[in-house]
């Protein structure tokens, strides 16, 4: 995952697509910080796929023969892919900000 950090008034953000390299606080160029994804990260893509692929065959009325299991499958998946990407977000901003420390 990177991470805008601007030196001027150490602002750390999450890059997003959107965000072209200047802060947002002060409008000055920031640095990236790169922090490697994890296993939380690949669970919370891997749980995804899962739900949107359910969430799409619900929606074009294919039967999986799974019953009602299928909306405990796809909502589940769905929740945990939520619940892992809050504990992937929350372990690179930890070690964003401790990479940021070890560099200043």
């Known amino acids: 995952m990177k991470f805008y950090y601007c030196p001027e008034c ?8 959107y965000h072209r390299g200047k ?4 409008g000055r160029e920031c640095t990236i ?5 994890s296993i939380y990260g690949y669970l919370m893509y891997a749980l995804s796929t899962v739900g949107a692929t359910m969430l ?11 019953g ?18 809050f504990l992937e977000l929350e372990r690179t901003t930890w070690q964003a900000k401790e990479k940021i420390g070890k560099v200043l």
């Open 10 to 17: 150490k602002d750390l953000r999450p890059k997003s697509w």
């Open 23 to 26: 802060c947002l606080l002060c």
């Open 33 to 37: 910080v790169v922090i490697p994804m």
């Open 56 to 66: 799409a065959f619900e929606l074009m009325g294919t039967d999986l023969g799974l």
């Open 68 to 85: 009602e299991s299928r909306l405990y499958i796809m909502f589940g998946a769905l929740i945990l892919a939520l619940i892992f990407s």
